[in-house]
């Protein structure tokens, strides 16, 4: 099979008005926590991404039915200890950290072995930042070099405990808070901040949470319960997938969009903060909550005087999946753009830091490394000709779709790998790309 794509013409000049797929990281928080409830959930919006497929797979492989009716999921839940581990199996986790580091939260209860598994990209990353503070509620978890495969078997001795998550990683807080649902007594998390998705639906679910936030840090704790009752929840759009269009938007030629119910959550908008420093204009119109989320209409147009950024290290952890196509405006702007402490971002589907440079390198644009800190020397002229040839050797979507964003907006003759890691995040890519081309907008 050819999962090559090739892109040799420039993004014509575009008036679109799209809607982007459900938020990747609520939607798998939303059926984790439908399978723990008593009751049905009805899950409208659903992101029907791999990484999600993976997760109601891996639910139902522990007990939990669901299925699809007209436009929802309906998850059928038996509470707290409703998931069946009488049997020792192995879930499939693909490429989802997200999933694979969450679902080790819930299973601190577990009766036999449970072992998670994933695929290439997600077998080489690390997981001692959930497993080590779990194994202080009192569970067993097993993995050789803090990798997948991860074998966990919980306990009936839960204690809850005091931990201080220092990395900004919502997957590590989520976790914890996952098991600290199931512990009895009060779980203390003090974080630092970063995606609070789990804390806004643990809230709306009556599900006892204290959240106390000081500048950087966010205190939380969490009283173990033994039940909370199924929900409906309509899943909002998701940023990280609209950033690519932002970027399409603002690096074409004289075009508008309109992206209709993205969630605008201030621990997500990152790029927004960032691309509008850079002179973007994107506004918010139409702003509303739903169950404590911010959902909004993004308003872009094309911007030619895009300026440089000396970016805010406070910024990162908002904007932490978004800085491969940040990087990209960076490389068109006027000036020299410099970003800082970016390590994290060796972390993901990829080591996108160390990827992202070479590309750019290979593109002509002078980037400078020290550490895990970078300048960008932008060129606000930056037009291609050349070859392009970009291996995405570990499928990582966010580089998929960053390159070929660069090309439909630099130009030049781009053979990218490999088109369906899009599958990941963002199934309805090339759908809203053609929506996009085509004129019937
Ligand atoms: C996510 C948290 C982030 C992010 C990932 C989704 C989540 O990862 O990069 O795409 O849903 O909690 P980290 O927790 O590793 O920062």
């Given amino acids: 099979m050819k999962k090559i794509i090739n892109i040799k013409k420039k993004i014509p000049s575009f008036k679109s008005k799209i809607e982007i797929n459900g938020d990747k990281s609520i939607s798998i928080r939303c059926v984790l926590l439908a399978s723990q409830a008593i009751g049905k959930s009805k899950i409208y919006n659903l992101l029907e991404s791999e990484d999600v497929i993976n997760t109601l797979r891996s639910i139902k492989k522990l007990g939990i039915n669901y299925k699809k009716i007209n436009n929802f999921y309906e998850i059928q839940g038996f509470g707290i200890n409703g998931f069946d581990t009488s049997k020792s199996i192995s879930l499939n986790a693909g490429n989802s950290g997200t999933f694979a580091r969450l679902i080790l939260g819930l299973l601190i209860n577990s009766e036999k072995t449970i072992t998670i598994k994933g695929d290439k990209s997600l077998s080489k990353r690390d997981f001692s930042r959930v497993t080590e503070p779990l194994k202080n509620f009192g569970v067993n978890i097993v993995s050789k070099n803090n990798m997948l495969p991860v074998k966990i078997v919980g306990s009936k001795f839960l204690r809850p405990i005091n931990f201080e998550e220092k990395i900004g990683s919502a997957q590590c807080k989520s976790s914890v808070m996952l098991a600290a649902l199931k512990t009895p007594g009060v779980t203390k998390i003090k974080a630092k901040r970063s995606r609070n998705h789990t804390e806004l639906l643990f809230k709306t679910l009556g599900i006892p949470i204290k959240v106390t936030s000081k500048k950087v840090n966010d205190t939380i704790e969490i009283k173990g319960i033994s039940n909370f009752s199924g929900f409906n929840y309509n899943v909002p759009g998701d940023i990280s997938s609209s950033a690519f269009f932002i970027v399409l938007t603002l690096l074409a030629n004289n075009s508008q969009l309109i992206i209709k119910n993205v969630n605008i959550n201030k621990t997500r908008t990152g790029v927004i903060t960032i691309l509008n420093k850079m002179n973007a204009n994107i506004l918010f119109k139409n702003k509303r909550n739903y169950k404590g989320e911010i959902i909004a209409d993004l308003f872009i147009k094309s911007t030619k005087n895009i300026k440089s950024i000396n970016c805010?290290?406070?910024?990162?952890?908002?904007?932490?999946?978004?800085?491969?196509?940040?990087?990209?405006?960076?490389?068109?702007?006027?000036?020299?753009?410099?970003?800082?402490?970016?390590?994290?971002?060796?972390?993901?589907?990829?080591?996108?830091?160390?990827?992202?440079?070479d590309i750019l390198r290979q593109i002509g644009v002078k980037v400078e490394r020290k550490f895990n800190n970078i300048k960008i020397f932008g060129n606000p002229n930056l037009n291609l000709q050349g070859n392009y040839l970009i291996n995405n050797f570990r499928k990582d979507h966010r580089i998929f779709m960053m390159s070929y964003i660069a090309a439909l907006v630099l130009g030049g003759n781009w053979k990218i790998y490999d088109k369906d890691s899009v599958n990941s995040s963002f199934p309805n890519f090339f759908k809203i790309i053609k929506q996009i081309k085509s004129k019937k907008n």
Avoid: T
Wanted: charge should be negative; charged fraction near 25%.
């Fill in 312 to 357: 805010p290290e406070s910024l990162n952890s908002s904007a932490i999946d978004e800085f491969l196509i940040i990087f990209l405006v960076a490389a068109k702007a006027k000036g020299v753009s410099s970003f800082k402490n970016l390590g994290e971002l060796n972390q993901k589907e990829s080591p996108r830091l160390d990827i992202a440079v």
